[in-house]
């Protein structure tokens, strides 16, 4: 075998191990989602129930297009395959690149791995039990009294699903803050010196993220910049050090 071929099989194997792990989270959505079609406007039920508790006695849920009846609870139901398949695609996702970790690396990965889920989930129930209800709310109310209220479920479903993402990413900011600070690429004073910028970007990444009113630019916001500083907290108290054992180690597995 030439040296060319040799160099080229680590790569080869990566590429197909990389495959199979997609695939096999492709499958597993896939598989969610055909359980999940069969109660896919129960599913919408859910969604649309902190809208419909808000709206005027004389308002009701309208479908615009042909097609929102049908589309519109499916594409709910595919989402929320997706969300619900979160873990094992990130464990396959740590099947893929722990093996290139160190083992006190791992240590710490895990429980990031594990809370970075937990904290997405987190997000998303936020998003649906606190959000929601004052968002809907407010839309619900704020129009010229001569103007009946009906909301498109298409623009619904576009809402929620913009504020569960919105939402979920933005609980995950103590997870990227620690992994910032943890991996060298910026100290945590050059974090906490950056603030006022930090909090800018983040009313502007919520302003980007949220419908076009201030109440859920502030809602999507002031937790993000809370969420920021328990990062800078935690990424301070709990940061792994590596210790001359582990150093040794290191070096061994190297070898």
Do not use: C
Request: charged share 15%; proline share 7%.
């Amino acid at each position: 075998m030439s040296d060319s071929n040799a160099n080229d099989m680590p790569l080869l194997s990566h590429l197909i191990e990389l495959r199979s792990r997609l695939l096999r989270s492709v499958l597993v959505i896939i598989v969610i989602f055909i359980g999940l079609a069969f109660f896919a406007n129960e599913l919408y039920e859910w969604l649309s129930k902190p809208l419909k508790e808000a709206l005027p006695e004389s308002s009701t849920l309208i479908a615009i297009d042909v097609t929102a009846p049908l589309f519109a609870p499916f594409k709910l139901a595919f989402v929320m395959a997706i969300f619900i398949a979160m873990p094992f695609v990130l464990h396959q996702a740590w099947l893929f690149i722990s093996p290139g970790l160190y083992k006190h690396e791992k240590g710490f990965a895990v429980p990031l791995l594990v809370s970075s889920i937990l904290l997405f989930y987190a997000g998303i129930a936020f998003a649906y039990f606190v959000i929601f209800p004052i968002i809907f709310g407010f839309l619900s109310t704020i129009g010229p009294q001569d103007v009946n209220y009906l909301p498109d479920i298409n623009s619904v479903l576009s809402i929620a699903l913009k504020l569960f993402f919105a939402f979920g990413l933005a609980f995950e900011i103590p997870i990227a803050t620690m992994l910032l600070i943890w991996s060298g690429l910026v100290s945590h004073e050059t974090l906490s010196n950056t603030r006022p910028y930090t909090v800018v970007g983040i009313f502007v990444f919520a302003m980007l993220l949220t419908p076009p009113d201030m109440i859920s630019q502030v809602l999507l916001a002031v937790p993000m910049w809370i969420l920021f500083e328990l990062g800078l907290v935690f990424a301070k108290a709990y940061s792994p050090k590596k210790t001359e054992s582990q150093t040794i180690e290191d070096g061994d597995e190297n070898t």
